[in-house]
C-alpha cells in the first residue's frame, strides 16, 4: 500500500527561474494562500483516517495558535488522546483511566513544531534564515530544496514543487532518547478551504520504523471555537471521553430544575461526518468522520442545532428534549454553489478555444472535483492550459 517514492541527485544551481531563495518564499507563502488569511488563522480543525500498521483508524486533530495541539484517535470504541498546550503535554492511552505526561523527548519534540501555517511563513520574523540548497526530484516532480536555519541553529529542510510552489515533502524533527533524529512527511493532494492551501493527504516517515502512517483529511474546519481548555489537563483542562463530550449547560430558566429531574441525551448525526454543531448558536463539537456526535447528561427543554461544515449550506432545527430520552437530530447537509468541474470539463473548455485565463476564472469560482496528478497535468498543458490554471486546479479541489 505505501507508494514507492524515488528521489534523484541533487542538481547543481542555477535554479529554475533563476530565483533567489527570498523571492521562492515569497512564492510559496502565496501559493499557500498568503501571509495575511494566515495570520487570520486562529484555530483549525481536521478530521479523517489514519493508515497505520495495516489499520484505519479516524482521527482529529485540533491545532490553536501558540503551538497548542490535540490529537484524538477511535479504536474499537475507545479514544486515545494526547495534547499540548504549547509548554507542556499530556497524553491518555487505551485502557487508562488518567493521564500521563508528556516524557522529555516528547515535549521536545513538541516544542520543535511550527505554528500554524508552517515555517516558511514570516520566518525572517521568527529570526530564520533561508537559502536554496539545489533541486531534487520527488515523486517524479521537480523541488527546490529550502534550508531554513532557525534561530537556534537548527537546520530544517523543506522540498518545494518548481511549478505550484506548494510544499511537497518537509523534514521534521524527533527527539528519541535524547538525541535529534530526522523524520519526513509527504503532502498530496491540495484543496483549497477558504483560500488556504490544506494538503488532503500527507504521509510520515518516523526515524527507525519500517511502516509509514498517511493520514487522508476528510473535512477541514477554519478557525472553530476551540477553547483553551481542550489542550490541557488538570484543573483548567480537561480529558474528555465520548460520554463527557461537550456537555450541554441548561438554559438559565431551566437551572432552577430539581434534582429528581430526569436527565436525556441529544445525538446528532450529520452527512457528511465532520461537521460543526451549535447548540443555542454555541459551539459544542464536532461530529465524527462517521457524521456522529452524542451529547449526554442534557437537561430537557427546547433547543436551536445548527450543523456547519466548508462549503456546505447550514443546517438549522429547533427540537425539544424530552426528559429521560435520546432526541436524534439529523443534517443532511447540502453543498453551496455550482458543481465543481470535471476533467472533462476542463478539456472541453479548452479545446473549444477558450482561453486559459479564462478556465482560470472559472476553476477559481466552481472548484474541480479531480486530483491534480502528473498524468492530469500533462493532458492540461497538452490541451494549452497554463501554469496558472494548474495552480488555481491544484486549489480548487473541492
Known sequence: MVTALVLTATLAFP?????????????????????????????LSLSGKMETAGAIVPFLIEEKRGRKVRLELEINGKKAVQMY??????????????????????????????????????????????????????????????????????????????????VMKIEVPRCINGKLHTGEIY??????????????????????????????????????????????????????SEEQLQPVDAPASQMSASVATQEAALVV???????????????????SSEGRLVFKGISPGDYRIRVGRSNYKDFIQSVEVKPGSATSVEARLQPTGPPALTIQDIMDLLRGGVPSKRARALVEERGVDFVLDSDVEKK????GGDAELLLAIARGKK
Open 187 to 240: 503532502y498530496r493532494d491540495y484543496r483549497s478551504v477558504d483560500g488556504l492551501m490544506i494538503p488532503y493527504l500527507a504521509e510520515i516517515r518516523v526515524p527507525n520504523a519500517k511502516q509509514t502512517q498517511k493520514l487522508r483529511v476528510e473535512s477541514v474546519i477554519v478557525n472553530p471555537e476551540l477553547d483553551n481548555s481542550r489542550f490541557a489537563y488538570g484543573p483548567s483542562g480537561d480529558f474528555a
Open 15 to 43: 535554479t529554475p527561474h533563476n530565483l533567489t531563495a527570498a523571492e521562492v518564499v515569497d512564492k510559496a507563502v502565496a501559493a499557500q494562500g498568503g501571509v495575511v488569511a494566515w495570520s487570520a488563522v486562529k484555530t
Open 380 to 383: 492540461i498543458r497538452d490541451a
Open 85 to 166: 498546550d504549547g509548554v507542556k503535554g499530556w497524553k491518555l492511552g487505551l485502557g487508562r483511566s488518567e493521564p500521563e505526561p508528556y516524557t522529555s523527548d516528547e515535549t521536545q519534540t513538541e516544542s520543535m513544531r511550527p505554528d500554524l501555517g508552517g515555517p516558511l511563513i514570516d520566518y525572517a520574523a521568527k529570526g530564520a534564515k533561508v537559502e536554496i540548497a539545489g533541486t531534487q526530484q520527488v515523486e517524479g516532480r521537480d523541488a527546490y530544496i529550502l534550508e531554513l536555519t532557525m534561530k537556534s541553529g537548527r537546520v530544517q529542510r523543506v522540498w518545494l514543487d518548481t511549478q505550484t510552489f506548494l
Open 269 to 287: 448525526v450529520s452527512n457528511p461526518g465532520s461537521a460543526q454543531v451549535y447548540i443555542n448558536d454555541e459551539p459544542r463539537g464536532t461530529t
